[in-house]
């Protein structure tokens, strides 16, 4: 059953991209992730009381909310900078840029947390990863100058922030509950998305949202939600070494509904990065 959910976590984390560019088409990508995030943080919160950590919300250190918070920040900020790229930029593109914040997670760790064992498989995962991702971002010669930059410094951005998030949370869930921390994080997530919606003056945007990609917003969330939903019952219950690898495979069912919803077709260079991601994401799955 845990690998069942395994399997669920990488499907929903699939489908959170496609339905997300569903939901972009006209809706302005910092209204479409506010929304968005109070979807995810109802499931969050639903993941606290189904752990029964819910208790432990008095016992938390200032420290470790000081670094949840940030994370929470970073957090938002990845997501901001993952909308806009989504409504920019082709999934197969943007996918494979912001699944890189696991390398630079990896560097980061090496670096601030001293985590050097294996270090020679760990860098050949990382670099693996880093060859995929620039193939399967390769522009093709024929396509306009502007087309090519629009998209990749969000790409980039959610990146570089999603990584700040892994270190960050690392430091704020010591000794705070996994699932407790991941809601604390996302309410800062939610606070952070409406001030940027406020402060950029698109509050108007919501009064004329189209209904029917607010549904897809919607599904966006419900699909993150249920991804960590799945993602924690398998970790709970199975073997995290086979779990994360097979979470982590979410790329390929983005990249397979990209093909089927929006007639992305990977080049042969493309494929080849897919191929490169898939191996040193397995390759760096193996020495946890």
């Not at 966006?220 to 995290?240: D, M, P, R």
Request: aromatic residues 10%; contains cysteine; proline residues 1%.
């Amino acid at each position: 059953m845990w690998l069942v959910m395994a399997a669920l976590s990488a499907l929903f984390a699939g489908l959170t991209a496609i339905l997300a560019k569903c939901g972009i088409k006209k809706t302005d990508p910092d209204v479409a992730t506010a929304l968005r995030t109070v979807v995810v943080l109802a499931f969050s919160w639903i993941m606290v009381f189904v752990a029964g950590s819910a208790r432990t919300l008095t016992e938390i250190s200032a420290k470790s909310v000081v670094f949840l918070v940030l994370s929470g920040l970073a957090t938002g900020a990845s997501w901001l900078c993952y909308f806009k790229a989504l409504s920019a930029g082709d999934v197969n593109k943007v996918v494979p840029v912001d699944k890189s914040s696991t390398v630079l997670t990896v560097l980061l760790a090496i670096v601030f947390f001293g985590e050097t064992d294996h270090l020679a498989v760990k860098l050949a995962g990382t670099a693996l990863l880093a060859a995929g991702v620039f193939l399967m971002i390769e522009k093709k010669k024929t396509e306009a100058k502007e087309t090519k930059r629009t998209w990749l410094p969000y790409a980039i951005g959610s990146a570089v922030f999603a990584a700040l998030t892994s270190v960050l949370g690392k430091i704020g869930i010591d000794g705070v509950e996994s699932n407790l921390g991941t809601a604390i994080r996302t309410g800062v997530v939610l606070v952070t998305a409406w001030l940027m919606v406020f402060i950029k003056g698109k509050g108007g945007e919501i009064k004329r949202l189209d209904r029917r990609e607010l549904v897809f917003i919607v599904l966006s969330g419900i699909a993150t939600g249920a991804s960590w939903l799945c993602y924690y019952y398998a970790i709970q219950k199975g073997v995290v070494s086979v779990v994360v690898p097979v979470d982590k495979l979410s790329i390929v069912v983005s990249v397979v509904f990209s093909y089927f919803v929006f007639k992305e077709k990977l080049s042969v260079k493309a494929l080849i990065g897919l191929i490169l991601i898939v191996a040193g994401t397995v390759v760096m799955a193996v020495w946890k």
